[in-house]
């Protein structure tokens, strides 16, 4: 079983700043990406960040300069500083990791994600 436990969203300001984190745990052998992802209400889930083991990173173009994800390998765990909030980044983020249980079994996990609210 894997968990992704994820915390650190709230309610802040416009152009405020929030670090959600994300840990993942439980029987990992190798995790290959991990990532952030947003749902906010009546729109469908969209990808904000993501990391690969290797470090490369992936942003929407609608979050890039101010949102920066980064991650300790070591401990399974992913981070995202969200800085220069808008509005429009309101929503629930959602971590997810695809990684390898043992040396042959690949999945994608979720967690149940955190909320963000910002407020103009």
């Known amino acids: 079983q894997v968990q992704l436990v994820e915390s650190g969203g709230g309610l802040v300001q416009a152009g405020g700043s929030l670090r959600v984190s994300c840990a993942a745990s439980?029987?990992?052998?190798?995790?290959?990406?991990m990532g952030w992802y947003r749902q906010a209400p009546g729109k469908q889930r969209e990808l904000v960040a993501s990391?690969?083991?290797?470090?490369?990173?992936n942003y929407a173009d609608s979050v890039k300069g101010r949102f920066t994800i980064s991650r300790i390998m070591a401990k399974n765990t992913v981070y995202l500083h969200l800085d220069s909030l808008k509005p429009e980044d309101t929503g629930r983020y959602y971590c997810?990791?695809?990684?390898?249980?043992?040396?042959?079994?690949?999945?994608?996990?979720w967690g149940q994600g955190t909320q963000v609210t910002v407020s103009s």
């Open positions: 439980g029987t990992i052998a190798s995790i290959v990406s």
């Open positions: 997810d990791a695809g990684l390898y249980t043992d040396c042959q079994h690949w999945d994608d996990y």
């Open positions: 990391i690969t083991a290797g470090g490369n990173t």
